[in-house]
């Protein structure tokens, strides 16, 4: 539900715009402008971020925590093209989309001005294309260098990560959806819990699960989406340090699946706005903030 209200968002802007792509200014890099080793970031031939300013960088949801607020609507003044170095190598291009821009791009991103996180943040995803990275598994997020160069100033921390662990079909009731959830920091995370959501409420915040045939046809869950105080703390539970939980969702009301192969994909939402960086410490652990694209081949007989 909520990421379909923001490309609605989105594509009204499209419609309503008139705005085309730049292409980025092509000129020297000047080495004087602080690329180090470590993370780097430049748009526009210049540094705007490096390890100085990063406190760490969450890696399943591709979000950085700066150590003080950065205006990144200021620093990224004209929307365009930047680049990720890890200890001075480019290792992959990206773009800085704005949210009234009449164009789509693909591939990593960075949305400006930035919505839906906190001040001290930065995220790096792909609006449009997520899903079929996820299938692929071909992110250049991901590259093994970006993690050696984080890892060099303790800034790497793995963040929740999630996998489908299985998906069952009920003859006649549904699905059953069980989601894996690990925590291999040494700090303890916040996450919702679709147990104390209950269904409802917890596809309030995300599409939840739907599967596509060999042929393309969508199958889908009939979950009635029902809206809830976001910032309601009681509805999250703590997953410990180096710690696992499996998660169920029951999907009474699903598209009657014919015996056959299909690509299973799943949202994995977490608060991310509607919160300020002052919320996000609680006594015993931290919330997490992000958003998981999940994905499995399911064989159904």
Request: aromatic letters at 14%; glycine letters at 6%.
């Amino acid at each position: 539900m909520r990421r379909a209200i923001a490309l609605l968002f989105l594509l009204l802007f499209i419609l309503a715009g008139c705005e085309t792509e730049k292409d980025p200014v092509e000129e020297p890099l000047d080495p004087s402008l602080h690329l180090t080793d470590g993370f780097c970031l430049l748009s526009r031939n210049r540094v705007v971020l490096n390890h100085y300013d990063i406190d760490y960088y969450d890696y399943s949801a591709h979000l950085i925590y700066l150590k003080e607020p950065l205006d990144f609507e200021e620093e990224f003044t004209v929307p365009g093209t930047a680049s990720v170095y890890a200890d001075s190598t480019r290792i992959y291009d990206l773009s800085l989309f704005s949210a009234v821009a009449s164009y789509i791009v693909y591939g990593p991103l960075i949305m400006v001005p930035q919505i839906f996180y906190p001040d001290n943040t930065v995220h790096i995803e792909h609006f449009w294309n997520a899903m079929q990275v996820a299938k692929e598994g071909n992110n250049p997020c991901e590259d093994p260098r970006i993690v050696e160069a984080l890892k060099k100033y303790g800034q790497f921390r793995h963040g929740l990560q999630c996998e489908i662990h299985s998906i069952r079909v009920q003859e006649g009731e549904g699905l059953i959806l069980e989601l894996e959830l690990r925590n291999e920091d040494p700090i303890s995370y916040y996450y919702w819990d679709p147990a104390k959501l209950g269904i409802g409420c917890y596809h309030y915040v995300t599409n939840g699960l739907f599967l596509i045939d060999e042929y393309g046809e969508h199958y889908r869950n009939h979950v009635e989406h029902l809206s809830w105080d976001l910032a309601d703390q009681d509805r999250m539970s703590l997953l410990e340090s180096d710690s696992s939980v499996i998660l169920t969702l029951n999907y009474e009301d699903f598209d009657e699946l014919p015996p056959g192969s299909y690509d299973a994909y799943f949202e994995f939402p977490a608060q991310h706005y509607n919160i300020s960086r002052e919320d996000l410490d609680l006594e015993d652990g931290r919330i997490w903030l992000g958003e998981l694209q999940l994905y499995s081949k399911v064989v159904v007989e």
